[in-house]
């Protein structure tokens, strides 16, 4: 009688731990959601002035009137920089909010991936030849010409990963490859990306490289491998999580290698979709 008595009492309590803390869970997912939607309104509200001081700090950096001394020029010349920097920063916040509110739509349209390594390497030769880096692009013709997938987005990604790697690596070389999924070589990727990915893009430096403890910390937002305030190298610590938020979107997934003071290597898994929107919430299916 008396044990029947005790458990009913401490299944009575147990439904009441329960229903608390499924009160106290759907809180944070409110609460979270709050704080993703503020960020994304307070972004758009900081770009229109933002970009107001851009568009006249570039005016006066020109001295269209030739009515300003050379260091004013320079002052409205640094304003305009600090102005472009904060724009990016926004941005990213912007992007990313919207990545966590569910409200980033994904449009489903042709990749072309034998254009995808022109267009990168026209915007990123360049900056790695600046800084004495050999950059090298490779195709591997066995993959497909098109993928379904979000332009846009992957073309997004592909540029964080190119312009971490350029700005972490001081020497050696700058690569980006394209080449079909392996499933030996590949194996630990394939669990995030069921179906197998069409199409893989890795991009491979010769830089500093990330500390073994860091791998997976990098992909947090605001997290850098250097925590110092005194960091040589900028940046906001929000591309890679952004990257890979977008990569899952599109059902696909990055893995990093990486051995300190030597290089490394970013992998991106990209399935082929099928037609048609996907939502930033919907389900995108594999082709
Ligand atoms: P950011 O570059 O703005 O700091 P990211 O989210 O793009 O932010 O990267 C986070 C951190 O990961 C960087 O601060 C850096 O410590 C490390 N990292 C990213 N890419 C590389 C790379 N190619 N080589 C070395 N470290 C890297």
Do not use: C
Request: glycine share 8%.
């Amino acid at each position: 009688e008396d044990r029947t008595r005790f458990a009913e009492e401490k299944s009575r309590e147990l439904s009441r731990t329960q229903v608390e803390l499924e009160n106290y869970a759907s809180e944070l997912k409110r609460s979270s959601q709050y704080k993703s939607e503020f960020l994304a309104n307070m972004s758009h509200e900081l770009r229109t002035p933002l970009n107001s001081m851009l568009i006249l700090s570039q005016m006066l950096a020109e001295n269209a009137h030739g009515t300003l001394l050379p260091e004013e020029q320079d002052y409205a010349r640094v304003i305009h920089e600090a102005g472009g920097d904060l724009l990016l920063l926004i941005n990213d916040i912007l992007d990313l909010s919207k990545v966590e509110a569910g409200k980033l739509d994904i449009h489903i349209d042709e990749v072309d991936t034998t254009e995808l390594p022109f267009v990168m390497e026209h915007h990123f030769r360049p900056l790695a030849e600046k800084k004495g880096l050999a950059f090298s692009v490779e195709r591997d013709p066995a993959i497909p010409d098109i993928i379904y997938s979000d332009g846009l987005r992957v073309h997004q990604i592909i540029k964080n990963l190119l312009s971490n790697a350029i700005k972490f690596t001081e020497q050696g070389t700058v690569r980006l490859t394209l080449r079909p999924f392996d499933p030996v070589l590949d194996e630990a990727a394939a669990r995030h990306v069921p179906g197998g990915a069409a199409i893989v893009v890795a991009v491979s430096d010769t830089g500093i490289g990330i500390p073994a403890p860091m791998h997976e910390a990098v992909f947090d937002p605001f997290r850098q491998a250097d925590g110092t305030t005194n960091r040589k190298y900028g940046g906001t610590g929000l591309g890679l999580s952004i990257s890979r938020e977008l990569s899952k979107l599109l059902r696909g997934h990055i893995t990093l290698d990486s051995v300190e003071g030597s290089g490394s290597t970013f992998t991106l898994f990209l399935p082929s979709l099928t037609e048609g929107a996907v939502g930033g919430a919907g389900m995108a299916n594999v082709a």
